[in-house]
């Protein structure tokens, strides 16, 4: 059954019950379209969460460099399901569930350079929450049926549309883009994006309103 969270408090509050019933490190994944507000949810969730020792790793570290969607002519589509190395988030999540003895380093997407740094961030052995965020958490195909396995729970994030598309548009303006390619991008490859990760909005256990 999916349940709906409409505020911070009852989304941390949400966390720790699923911490404590499950009494294992766990990953909480948020979901939503291009511009829907997922970093800065997440962030707020890690700000609430400090005394677990919360780690924030998002999809966008598994980007495929800049050289290899040159080399798979996807330069166009970066951001797109096929533009990321899911395998290895797949796996980077198997082993973050797995090893709670050692530390797990992951890669870092910095949007200023658009490429990532591997092995930037750590989930130390003491970590027991980590929230991961991205578009593609509730595709069943490609491989992503990989990362939804190793959530144990997936939340949809709801956005007003004006409000994100607004976003999307002032991010590509603060990342080098001119007004005009920056609404051409948000309003064509970010919405293709949007109108996908939508479809999968069914499929989350919680929606998220706030």
Known sequence: MTIEINSISEAVNRIRHLLEV??????VGIVGKPGAGKSTFA???IKNLTDLNPKLVPMDGYHL???QLKQLNLEDKKGASNTFDVFGFANLLQRINREISTDVYY????REIEESYSADAVVTKDTKIVITEGNYLLVNEGGWERVGKELIETWY???DE???MERLIKRHKEFGKDQKAAESWAKGSDEINAKIVESTAS???VIVKI
């Not at 499950?22 to 990953?27: G, H, M, S, V």
């Not at 890669?107 to 910095?110: A, E, I, Q």
């Open 157 to 159: 994030l709801k956005a």
């Open 162 to 164: 004006d409000l994100r």
């Open 203 to 205: 499929r989350a256990n």
């Open 107 to 110: 890669p870092v997407f910095y």
């Open 22 to 27: 499950n009494n294992k490190r766990i990953i």
């Open 65 to 67: 460099s800049n050289r």
């Open 43 to 45: 962030a707020e969730l």
